[in-house]
């Protein structure tokens, strides 16, 4: 891999539950994000992906420093930021940007488009000073693939699409080094979704920008990512190159995700198992002992009740080159190379201007 851009170890994220309005008593913990590693390399794009609530929106905003860890490092080109604060958390903040879910919410109703975008050089102005700012903010709009002549316009007047293009171009607004883009197409109509992530892929190696891409749909991510992480209940479980995890998936968790994913080939649909998965995800303030994903696993057995399994790569391919030897939490991890069940999703160029302007023109 690439020289590393962020190092995250040991992750913990616990909001404690508390009980009593006199005297509050902590009476357990949200155990959101609970122990997580990745590495993110010089321009390489990592896909994180996991069902509602397994804690992926909370590694984001740990990532960007709008929270701050219960527990574990985070380390951005080998210094430690995990607990920056004032000058320093700001020199930092400039360089890890966040692309935020949901475009309706994320943008304010009341600032004009050129405001929303050139918000981030009132905090860093030494990136633009006043005079110069208009014509940076127009210089992003164009490369988002909107006219620079919306400047003056406010968010209502923008489609779905459009909008999430305006958060891009606010998230490259300081030039940051890494992004971490967080469900950006989820809250969109699956006909723009894919001009989005055409965007995006197309800025990253524009800007020769390390991406942290997030989504809870596998088929989502594959098309742009270089490796690919699946969490569940706070932890990362599997995480490989792409054609690891989605070719040659080892954990139960990974296999039942992608045993979901439509499959357009019918001969390989027929050979394929689809398996589903019993139950419902554990309260992340009552995690299994063991493996977490035990209380789903068809595989279980005791072992999994009483030891934690690392994420490494599992014993019997410890001694082969394959794709099944990456990183696997699972104590009886398989390969059972369900090739072509997971379809490279194809999509279509990307339209780089979108004109239709919803409201007035
Ligand atoms: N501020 C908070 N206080 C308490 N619980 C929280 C808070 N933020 C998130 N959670 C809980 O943490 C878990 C992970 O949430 P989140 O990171 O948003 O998951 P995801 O983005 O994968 O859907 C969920 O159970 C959620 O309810
Ligand atoms: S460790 Fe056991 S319970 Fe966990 S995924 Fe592997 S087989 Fe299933
Ligand atoms: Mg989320």
Redesign the pocket.
């Known amino acids: 891999m690439a020289e590393p851009v962020l190092e995250v170890s040991g992750l913990v994220k616990h909001y404690p539950l508390t009980r009593g309005i006199l005297f509050r008593k902590q009476v357990g913990a949200v155990k959101a994000v609970d122990g997580v590693d990745f590495t993110l390399g010089r321009g390489e794009t990592l896909g994180l992906v996991g069902e509602s609530g397994c804690g992926?929106?909370t590694v984001a905003r740990m990532l960007v420093s709008l929270e701050r860890p219960t527990a574990g490092t985070i380390r951005y080109r080998g210094e430690d930021i995990t607990r920056l604060s004032g000058k320093a958390l700001k020199a930092v903040r400039r360089n890890i940007q966040m692309v935020f879910?949901d475009p309706y919410t994320s943008l304010n109703p009341r600032m004009t488009v050129g405001d929303i975008i050139g918000e981030p050089y009132e905090i860093h102005p030494e990136v633009a000073p006043k005079g110069d700012r208009r014509r940076k903010v127009q210089d992003l709009l164009d490369v988002v693939g909107l006219d620079p002549e919306y400047v003056n316009r406010y968010p209502h007047q923008f489609s779905g699409g459009q909008r999430q293009r305006i958060g891009i171009a606010r998230a490259l607004a300081l030039r940051p080094e890494v992004i971490v883009a967080?469900?950006p197409v989820s809250a969109l109509d699956v006909s723009v979704q894919a001009q989005v992530i055409n965007l995006l892929d197309r800025l990253q190696s524009e800007f020769e920008l390390s991406c942290l891409f997030i989504a809870h749909d596998l088929s989502l991510v594959r098309h742009i990512s270089d490796r690919v992480g699946v969490m569940y209940l706070g932890r990362i479980v599997e995480i490989g190159r792409d054609t690891e995890i989605y070719d040659h998936p080892t954990h139960p968790y990974t296999q039942a995700l992608l045993s979901a994913v439509p499959v357009p080939d019918p001969e390989a649909r027929e050979h394929r198992e689809r398996i589903i998965l019993a139950g419902d995800v554990p309260s992340p303030t009552n995690i299994p002992s063991g493996c977490r994903f035990r209380t789903r696993c068809w595989k279980a057995q005791e072992r999994c009740a009483l030891e934690v399994p690392a994420l490494a790569v599992p014993e019997e391919f410890r001694r082969t080159t394959g794709p099944a030897a990456h990183d696997s939490a699972c104590h009886f991890a398989e390969d059972v190379s369900i090739r072509r069940s997971a379809p490279e999703v194809v999509l279509p160029p990307e339209e780089t201007r979108e004109d239709h302007v919803n409201g007035s023109a």
């Open positions: 992926k929106s879910q967080d469900e």
